[in-house]
Antibody
Framework: QVQLQQSGPGLMKPSQTLSLTCAISGDSVSTNSAAWNWIRQSPSRGLEWLGRTFYRSRWYNDYAVSVRGRIAINPDTSKNQFSLQLNSVTPEDTAVYYCARGPCSGTSCYSMDVWGKGTTVTVSS | QSVLTQPPSASGTPGQRVTISCSGS????????LYWYRQLPGTAPKLLIH???QRPSGVPDRFSGSKSGTSGSLAISGLRSEDEADYYC???????????FGGGTKLTVL
């Protein structure tokens, strides 16, 4: 049974870098059969997919247009986890952040089937 | 403004059949699978329907999904009080190269 355990700070100041980690159990971050995603949810923006990382002979990333340029999602194979970094945060980045697995088959990936419990991140001066 | 459009609210009485619609475009629902999630307050979304009309194990057959052209819908039959939740549609968008969520529909069981 795949489980995702999130960790990271909940309170940040504007201009800081948000850093969250998602530890995987029951699967491998290096598998060819999944992509590893970050999604956030706020009252003003609803559910918003931020990006993903996946391994297919080499590592790939896809990022949402809304955060492209200040986001990085990186795997850590030694700890079987992946992380989210979001630079230059503003109060608009206040949200519940989720990590999630998206199963894949061959070159096709499907929507998220296993989710972490969520981390509430508040950006305030 | 979400790429996928859902009605903000829906309602029904116990035992009734309710449908929730999701409208997209040729770059998302028109060429890719549609998915549905249910979210209870304070919890992560849970996958309800995948690949247009497939139910994950454990999801009752009261829930069904369909897709036609650039739109799709989720149907819930035999409505129960515990079905009161927020429902979201999701599809991959080839133009944006990312997953797109609908704005969500709050289902109230009267």
């Amino acid at each position: 049974q795949v489980q995702l355990q999130q960790s990271g700070p909940g309170l940040m100041k504007p201009s800081q870098t948000l850093s969250l980690t998602c530890a995987i159990s029951g699967d491998s971050v290096s598998t060819n059969s999944a992509a590893w995603n970050w999604i956030r949810q706020s009252p003003s923006r609803g559910l918003e997919w931020l990006g993903r990382t996946f391994y297919r002979s080499r590592w790939y990333n896809d990022y949402a247009v809304s955060v492209r340029g200040r986001i990085a999602i990186n795997p850590d194979t030694s700890k079987n986890q992946f992380s989210l970094q979001l630079n230059s945060v503003t109060p608009e980045d206040t949200a519940v952040y989720y990590c999630a697995r998206g199963p894949c088959s061959g070159t096709s990936c499907y929507s998220m089937d296993v989710w972490g419990k969520g981390t509430t991140v508040t950006v305030s001066s | 403004q979400s790429v996928l459009t859902q009605p903000p609210s829906a309602s029904g009485t116990p035992g009734q059949r309710v449908t929730i619609s999701c409208s997209g475009s040729s770059s998302n629902i028109g060429i890719n699978y549609l998915y549905w999630y249910r979210q209870l307050p304070g919890t992560a979304p849970k996958l309800l329907i995948h690949r247009n009309n497939q139910r994950p194990s454990g999801v009752p057959d009261r829930f069904s999904g369909s897709k036609s052209g650039t739109s799709g819908s989720l149907a819930i039959s035999g409505l129960r009080s515990e079905d009161e939740a927020d429902y979201y549609c999701v599809a991959w968008d080839d133009s944006l190269n990312g997953w797109e969520f609908g704005g969500g529909t709050k289902l109230t069981v009267l």
